[in-house]
């Protein structure tokens, strides 16, 4: 996005260099990489980091608003509304698209944020070796409000295990060694010290939780959530999980389950910001818009882009069944934006923010981004593409 960085960073660049980077970055846990990693990651200006940051302090207004809670009251599915809810989001994550205005200018545009944990330590690791094999700029970091590596590290600690003993404290995911984000729950237990372990793997003694360790039932005091309740509903059957963690038991969540749902597209028509898009409650609109083809349709509880349609007619509307789980959002223009050898790629941003207990607000720290070429951000439309997939932001100081 800085035309003099990119330049340098494109002529330095070279399949060898990319193949050793490839190779350090599997290397820790071979094998666990199960997505494409892009050739290179965004520089980003000033400017355009305090738009970004911008707009998303302006959603922790909200978020933060004494009335938020009741105004994402109906945002929890009452059967996967789970009891001891604390008063925020541990972790929170924005996602922007880097678009072009009507004025032809590089603009940020929220398409999704969620109340839920990302890839917080697989990012620690990937940003080294980003800077172990490529030029980066002495004056750009992934981090921002001056976090680094160690400062990062130690908060995460602080949010996720608090005065616990380590043994008393999992990262809880269905099936874990399955799943596409597994690199980041070994680098999770490489930084923490934390076990992994799957929710088919926990044994309940009235409202107390424990796993295994050596043969020996070890007390569950603190939950660091990677479960997706919305994946667990579609799978408990066939994975066999008889435990329903909407009981209430003896446990802390970080974060708490309820505000995957809080903090999330439901959240998305309550904001009017320059950068978030339009955005409404199907069952809500009285009118279709006249310019349908400039909206996309997405239902409320899904992750990952599953169910969107981006090209939208009124007999998909019509077809929807429950239109009080959907939202339809103006669509976003993308812009062509990183330079790559053969067609430029478009880019998305994430932007972590992390809430420690006692703390008034949350704080931006991390990132990561992803590069794509095709129509949206996905494995699915950059098939057989290269320059494309998980990259990292570095932001101007």
Request: net charge negative; charged share 25%; glycine share 4%.
């Amino acid at each position: 996005m800085i035309k003099e960085i990119r330049r340098k960073y494109n002529l330095d660049f070279n399949r060898d260099k990319y193949k050793s980077f490839l190779h350090d970055l599997d290397s820790k846990h071979p094998d666990a990489l199960l997505f494409r990693v892009a050739e290179t990651p965004v520089f980003v200006s000033k400017n355009f980091t305090n738009k970004m940051l911008g707009a998303c302090e302006a959603i922790v207004d909200l978020i933060t608003d004494k009335n938020f809670k009741d105004l994402t009251a109906s945002g929890i599915p009452k059967h996967e509304s789970v009891p001891n809810e604390n008063d925020h989001s541990h972790f929170i994550a924005f996602d922007f698209g880097v678009c072009e205005s009507t004025a032809g200018e590089l603009e940020p545009q929220l398409v999704e944020m969620q109340g839920f944990p990302s890839m917080f330590a697989y990012e620690v690791y990937h940003a080294e070796m980003i800077e172990k094999h490529f030029y980066i700029p002495h004056n750009f970091t992934n981090y921002l409000n001056g976090y680094n590596k160690e400062s990062y590290l130690q908060l995460l600690k602080e949010i996720i295990i608090g005065d616990h003993q380590l043994e008393n404290v999992v990262l809880l995911e269905i099936k874990p060694h399955d799943q596409k984000t597994r690199i980041d729950f070994y680098f999770t237990q490489d930084y923490l010290n934390i076990p992994i372990v799957c929710l088919s793997d926990l044994i309940q003694d009235g409202r107390k939780l424990y796993y295994l360790k050596n043969g020996n039932k070890i007390q569950i005091k603190r939950i660091y959530n990677r479960v997706i309740f919305d994946e667990l509903a579609q799978q408990r059957e066939n994975i066999g999980i008889t435990i329903d963690l909407s009981e209430d038991f003896d446990v802390e969540w970080i974060p708490h389950p309820n505000w995957f749902y809080r903090i999330s597209k439901f959240t998305l028509p309550f904001i009017r910001h320059p950068y978030v898009p339009e955005t409404f409650f199907l069952n809500e609109i009285k009118q279709l818009p006249e310019d349908l083809e400039n909206f996309v349709l997405k239902p409320l509880f899904s992750f990952a882009g599953q169910g969107v349609l981006i090209d939208v007619t009124k007999a998909d509307i019509h077809e929807v069944k429950y239109p009080e789980n959907w939202i339809l959002q103006r669509k976003v223009k993308y812009a062509d934006v990183i330079e790559t050898p053969d067609v430029s790629a478009k880019t998305e941003i994430r932007i972590f923010y992390f809430w420690k207990d006692g703390w008034q607000r949350p704080v931006a720290v991390n990132n990561l981004a992803r590069l794509s070429k095709g129509k949206m951000i996905g494995v699915r439309y950059n098939e057989n593409k290269e320059w494309v997939g998980s990259s990292i932001a570095y932001f101007e100081q």
